[in-house]
Structures are given as C-alpha cells and as structure tokens.
C-alpha cells in the first residue's frame, strides 16, 4: 500500500506538467526520479504490478489517454484505471468525496480530483507528497500563491493544481438590451441595481426571471466561490474572522438578495440551468463552466447573446478576484 501511495503521489506531482507539456527535465524535483534522467534506473519507485484508480472531472477522453499513455511508458509496471465523475452534479461528487474519506470502509480513487476549496477541509484524509517527490518550496516556486494557499499545510503538499481559473459574472445581453443597459456592472452597487431592474415577477408577485443568481446557498452551484469572493474583498480570514461584524455584514450582504431584495428564488432550477433557460440574467461560474453553457445554448456562440466580465468589485480602485479551479489529490 504504501508503495501504491508512492506512485500515486507520483503521478499527482507529474499531472499538470504532463497536461502542458513540459520536459521531463522541466518537472520540479520529481525530474531526477524519472527514467530517462542520467544515471537514474528505475527511478526509487517500485517495480511490482501497481494499479492506481483516478477519480476525473471534465477532461476529454483523447486527453486522459494520452497522459495515461505517457505516464505508463514512464512506469510499465503502473496499470491506471480513469474513472470519469463528471455524470455527478459538482454538489453531489463533492457529497460522494467527503462521505468516502470520512469513512473507513469507504473507499476513493487513489488519485482524486477536488476542488482547491475543498482541500483545507479534506486534507486530514489524504496522503501528502513525499519531500523526495517535491517540497513546500519547489511547489511554491512553480505555483502561483493561491495555489499554496490552498494546498500546502505543516510543511507538506496535500494536492496539485491541474490548472488556474477564477470567478467571472456571465450576463444575458438580450436582457441588459432590455432595460438600457450595454456594460456589465463593475461595482457591487451597480451590480444590485441592475439586479433588482432585470427581475421580473409575475401578477401574483412568482418570480420569473431572477436578475441575478445570488444569497443562496441551495440552488446556486459555486456560491462558496461568491462568498469566498466576498470576504476576500472584505479583507476576511475565514474561518478565523467569522465572529467579526465585517464577517456578519458580508453574510448579511450576500443573503438580503434572497431575503430583502427576492432578486433570486429557491424554486428557481440551480443558477446554470436557469440562466441557459433565460430565467436568471446574470450569474457567477468559473470560467469553465462557459463550455457546459454554450453546449446548453450553442445559438449563443453565434448571436453573441452571452456576455462575460470581471467580477464586481467592493472597491472599484483596488480589485480583488477569487480564484476557483481543481486540484488531484491521494
């Protein structure tokens, strides 16, 4: 098993640099190991027959194979086995990664892919890398910051970033045409005002079409991402600075447009489909998440209905962002 763990983590460090294309002598510190580097045999790492199950997300087929073709070429002896999550919603696969590490009967892929959110939760769970595969330092130096921030803790590497990606507002052009409107909101006031004009409700006061998918927690797929992006923009360290009142007013902010302002409402579809269906004007995703969009409304791509912009800012001079993308994990 511990072998297993080994070339698990193995792969892990080589994924996102396989995925770009490097080198072998361009990957950080893991580069020696391998068997093409001078003088190196078989590298440190086990010979016997080692089987690794990978739990994926997204990534086409021709890609995976290629990487698995590459990585086997490396180590001969290495069966991998790819299991694609992705027919489970983003909630549900993180439900199914919680509930199968927590528990010891329970068993994962033994490589994972999470979101980097999810790590500082999970990382109890998982089997950091080796010193000998990379340390905090090389990971630091290969990295951007948030990266680390996500996924360095005590001195030990607990996942990989498989790429960068950050939270973008995506807005309907048809309905910003609709009430006057040509650029997307750059501040967190005009960006309410604008969600409280492109509501619309019914004679018996049914929401229609939300002006924005925003302040819930239970139809909105990335809300952890908008809420993230809010207390960073409030300058909060969570969970450290939860009991402050900057923390409870950005709660507060976040929820009034559910509660105060109905700009958005429960019995809506969740915030993705809803936007495709034309019932919710603006809402947040990575930028990922625009593929399943336009693979939803591929008339879009052609009449340019779709509109994307930077995330609305509590300061418009001192922009902060929110970085959300995915890691692999053993």
């Known amino acids: 098993m511990k072998r297993s763990k080994i070339l698990a983590s193995a792969l892990l460090v080589v994924l996102p640099f396989l995925l770009t294309a490097c080198t072998l002598k361009d990957l950080p510190v893991i580069g020696k190991y391998l068997p093409d ?3 190196n045999k078989t590298g440190g790492f086990p010979t016997n027959e080692v089987t690794l199950n990978v739990w994926g997300l997204w990534e086409n087929s021709d890609v995976i194979d290629a990487l698995v073709k590459k990585y086997t070429e490396l180590h ?12 489970l919603k983003p909630v549900d696969y993180k439900d199914s990664v919680y509930t199968r590490l927590t528990q010891e009967a329970s068993t994962t892929g033994d490589v994972v892919f999470v979101h980097n959110s999810w790590v500082p939760v ?3 769970n998982l089997e950091p890398a080796p010193d000998s595969l990379i340390t905090p330092e ?8 948030v990266a680390a921030e ?12 498989l790429y960068y990606d950050g939270l973008v507002l995506v807005y309907n052009k048809k ?19 604008l969600a409280l004009e492109l509501t619309i409700r019914g004679s ?9 998918a925003i302040g819930s927690g239970k139809n909105i797929e990335f809300a952890t991402d908008i809420l993230g992006l809010l207390f960073s923009q409030a300058s909060l360290s969570i969970p450290a600075d939860l009991d402050q009142k900057a923390a409870f007013d950005t709660l507060s902010f976040y929820s009034n447009f559910l509660l105060v302002d109905n700009v958005w409402d429960e019995t809506l579809p969740e915030a993705s489909s ?6 919710a004007s603006m809402i947040f995703v990575p930028s990922w998440n625009l593929i399943d969009i336009l693979d939803a409304r591929p008339d879009w791509a052609l009449s340019g209905n779709i509109g994307v912009a930077p995330v609305p800012q509590a300061i418009v001079d001192e922009p902060v962002n929110w970085a959300s993308f995915w890691m692999a994990t053993v």
Do not use: C
């Open 138 to 145: 090389s990971f630091k130096s290969s990295f951007y910051p």
């Open 204 to 212: 018996d006061k049914t929401l229609i079409r939300g002006g924005a």
């Open 150 to 161: 996500s996924a360095v803790f005590s001195g030990k590497v607990y996942a990989m970033p």
């Open 122 to 124: 999970i990382k109890d």
């Open 76 to 87: 001969p002896n290495v069966k991998i086995n790819y299991e694609d999550r992705s027919v």
């Open 274 to 279: 809803a936007f495709t269906q034309e019932k």
């Open 175 to 193: 309905h910003f045409a609709d009430i006057n409107q040509s650029a997307p909101p750059v501040s967190w006031e005009e960006f309410r005002r």
């Open 37 to 39: 580097w001078p003088g």
